[in-house]
């Protein structure tokens, strides 16, 4: 038997123009100033500049029958976590230059220049080369990735020679041409292995014993010299610390990486704007919002008058109410924008100076040791808005202070207790975690066991596992890899 029976929810939906106001919130500097760019030139009744506000309400409400209230947007009484996720990764992020999924998309211009590739071929233009020696070293720069390796077998490119190229030869032949490729700059280019491009640098040096003995080195104990098996080294080639440490001097001014000062320049460089300046002023910290992001505009004058004179037509044509319906469609959103944009500054201004009094004493000090255990929802509360706006400020957003810029969600952290049962946050620990690395004795590096009974001693009781998390967060290699002469 079927029981039919009434149920009652009351639920609250974003509305388009909200969902918007979302997204101009978390929009960093640069992608802003798009969407700015943008709405200026697809809506005429909005206008940059300052100028007395203009009043347009009473218009629209006589202009046409069908007109309604304008929307009155308050974003913190809305849950927006139902249409925005904290986790999902808005389109705008992975875009060169933060571009946001309304923005157009836009080329950035390049400076002519040269290839990498082109740059080594036209060197090879000053070496006598037969036909097929051109054409295998040719193919070999053409081989040549960005780091500057040629990083295949040469019996692969015998065969892709005489596959692709109907260049038949040997490997010999190939390894010769290889040898011209490789004598041209930068220094260690066309190397096929780390220690072959480390010593095509050498060679070009000045002969000296330190460089003669690094030379051996990597020749006779390349993986000894990798995994910094010092005493191993200093056994197998009868040397001394001293003579050591200065061969090895040599090899860490050698360019690992040939190559990538050279392949740079075709990739696109990210400049980062600082959103928010924190600025320390007679001892006092000063917030300031980047003036890129709060632009002067204006509902334009023109639009307005144009409405009125619609509205005062005698004749009301379809063609007249088409053009009253347009320009009032272009008014209310240049109205609306200007609101959202103020909204946003508020926003984003209030969660900032939220964060910085928060953590007060960092700002003051510049000393990681003094931020306090700081989440989310510590701010939202403090601001009395959602916890997922403040994370659309804080994961998109910098601000420029007297240590640095810094991205804003680096100052968020979660807590743990030390010895006296007091929260303190693991950036802290990590901080003094990472001095107590720079200080150690570099001949016996500290094992991570060493380094959790260091932290116990000052206060933090911590695990090894724990330690070797940080450690690898803070980008640190184990004790091993840490060990010099």
């Excluded at 009484?77 to 998309?105: H, K, V, W």
């Excluded at 409405?307 to 009301?316: I, M, S, T, V, W």
Aim: aromatic share 8%; hydrophobic share 35%; net charge negative.
């Amino acid at each position: 038997m079927l029981k039919q029976h009434l149920q009652f929810k009351l639920s609250q939906k974003l509305s388009p123009q909200q969902i918007q106001l979302m997204k101009l919130i978390q929009l960093p500097t640069q992608a802003f100033e798009q969407r700015l760019k943008q709405e200026l030139e697809e809506n005429p009744a909005l206008e940059p500049g300052k100028e007395d506000p203009v009043s347009v309400e009473d218009d629209y409400q006589d202009s046409y029958d069908e007109g309604d209230e304008g929307e009155v947007i308050n974003a913190d009484e809305i849950n927006i976590d139902d249409y925005l996720s904290d986790d999902e990764i808005p389109d705008y992020r992975t875009r060169a230059n933060n571009y946001s999924g309304d923005d157009e998309e836009k080329q950035i211009p390049y400076a002519a220049g040269i290839s990498f590739n082109q740059y080594l071929l036209n060197q090879l233009n000053t070496e006598y080369l037969s036909d097929e020696e051109w054409s295998i070293a040719e193919f070999l720069v053409g081989s040549v990735d960005e780091s500057g390796y040629i990083r295949r077998p040469i019996s692969d490119i015998m065969d892709d020679l005489a596959f692709t190229q109907n260049i038949f030869t040997d490997e010999q032949t190939i390894r010769q041409v290889l040898k011209k490729v490789q004598q041209l700059d930068p220094p260690g280019v066309g190397a096929r292995s780390l220690d072959e491009c480390l010593l095509l640098q050498l060679e070009r040096k000045e002969s000296s014993p330190s460089i003669e003995m690094a030379m051996e080195i990597l020749k006779k104990s390349f993986e000894h010299f990798s995994k910094k098996h010092y005493q191993k080294l200093l056994q197998k080639h009868d040397i001394s610390e001293e003579e050591l440490k200065e061969a090895i001097g040599e090899i860490e001014k050698l360019n690992p990486k040939p190559g990538g000062s050279y392949s740079g320049s075709n990739k696109i460089v990210e400049h980062i704007v600082p959103d928010f300046s924190i600025r320390i002023v007679d001892g006092e910290l000063e917030l300031s919002l980047n003036g890129r992001n709060a632009p002067e505009l204006h509902v334009s004058k023109e639009y307005s008058n144009m409405l009125a004179g619609y509205k005062n037509a005698r004749d009301k044509s379809k063609s007249q109410k088409d053009a009253v319906m347009f320009i009032k469609q272009k008014l209310d959103a240049a109205k609306w924008f200007i609101d959202a944009i103020k909204q946003r500054q508020q926003t984003l201004y209030v969660t900032m100076d939220a964060i910085m009094n928060y953590q007060q004493e960092y700002f003051l000090t510049g000393d990681e040791r003094n931020l306090r255990p700081m989440i989310l929802k510590d701010i939202a509360d403090l601001i009395g808005m959602d916890v997922s706006t403040v994370s659309r400020v804080a994961n998109s957003k910098y601000v420029d202070t007297p240590y640095g810029t810094k991205l804003i969600k680096d100052y968020f952290s979660e807590s743990m207790k030390n010895e006296q049962g007091e929260d303190v946050s693991t950036k802290e620990i990590k901080k003094i975690l990472e001095t107590v690395i720079r200080d150690e004795e570099k001949r016996k590096p500290l094992t991570d066991d060493k380094l959790a009974k260091i932290l116990k001693e000052k206060g933090y009781p911590i695990a090894r596992r724990t330690v070797a998390k940080y450690r690898e967060q803070l980008g640190i290699p184990v004790a091993r890899l840490r060990k010099e002469i």
